[in-house]
């Protein structure tokens, strides 16, 4: 998939008032500083299309950006140490899960993992309750570039083998690298592949 228009839309604090449910969604949502903001970037070929920050948290709106005038790709606040207070950090955690919940053009979340992590507790558990409420997920392995192909796999396996403790069937998986654009057709052309089906079913 060539992406010839990449638009911001909108910041809205609720699904509610996001944009009309008439295009297909794919949200993205890591830890943060997961690499997300530069993985939007890697994507859209637009380099300050999603605010990339030193200091992580910055992304507190569901974002909605048009690719290509025919889907949405949408910045999920991150989840993790942002320095905020834990009013606002319940705040975001509704809005996320209200979001994922009930948007119903929704067609993926994709979840961010950083590679050069071993798994780690929150990844896993915000995976295991996407797959508890049955809403469909891609994972991305960001960072890629930053350690050898070795370790790719070693991390990878080792991830592959915390899923399969609660999962019979293993989410699709993408490695990336923002810096070296790794991935990007392969997530791209799956995205493609679902608009396809989403407009079949239309």
């Known amino acids: 998939m060539n992406i010839k228009q990449a638009e911001f839309i909108t910041s809205q604090t609720t699904y509610l008032k996001c944009p009309p449910p008439d295009k297909p969604e794919y949200a993205f949502i890591g830890r943060s500083n997961v690499g997300k903001s530069s993985l939007i970037n890697m994507l859209a070929a637009r380099k300050g299309l999603a605010k990339t920050s030193a200091s992580p948290g910055k992304t507190r709106l569901i974002n909605h950006f048009l690719m290509n005038e025919n889907w949405y790709?949408?910045?999920?606040?991150?989840?993790?140490?942002?320095?905020?207070?834990?009013?606002?950090?319940?705040?975001?955690?509704?809005?996320?899960?209200?979001?994922?919940?009930?948007?119903?053009?929704?067609?993926?979340?994709?979840?961010?993992?950083?590679?050069?992590?071993?798994?780690?507790?929150?990844?896993?558990?915000?995976?295991?309750?996407?797959?508890?409420?049955?809403?469909?997920?891609?994972?991305?392995?960001?960072?890629?570039?930053?350690?050898?192909?070795?370790?790719?796999?070693?991390?990878?396996?080792?991830?592959?083998?915390?899923?399969?403790?609660?999962w019979e069937e293993l989410p699709v998986m993408f490695i990336s690298s923002a810096e070296k654009k790794t991935g990007r057709e392969e997530i791209l052309d799956f995205i493609q592949q679902v608009n396809e089906e989403f407009k079949k079913q239309k």
């Open 73 to 166: 790709l949408v910045d999920l606040p991150g989840y993790g140490f942002a320095k905020v207070s834990k009013s606002s950090r319940a705040e975001w955690d509704k809005m996320i899960r209200d979001y994922l919940e009930k948007r119903e053009n929704l067609m993926y979340v994709f979840v961010l993992i950083d590679i050069r992590l071993e798994p780690q507790a929150l990844d896993l558990r915000f995976i295991q309750w996407l797959g508890e409420k049955g809403i469909p997920l891609v994972l991305i392995f960001t960072k890629s570039d930053k350690i050898s192909k070795q370790q790719i796999i070693y991390s990878v396996e080792q991830f592959k083998r915390e899923l399969k403790k609660t």
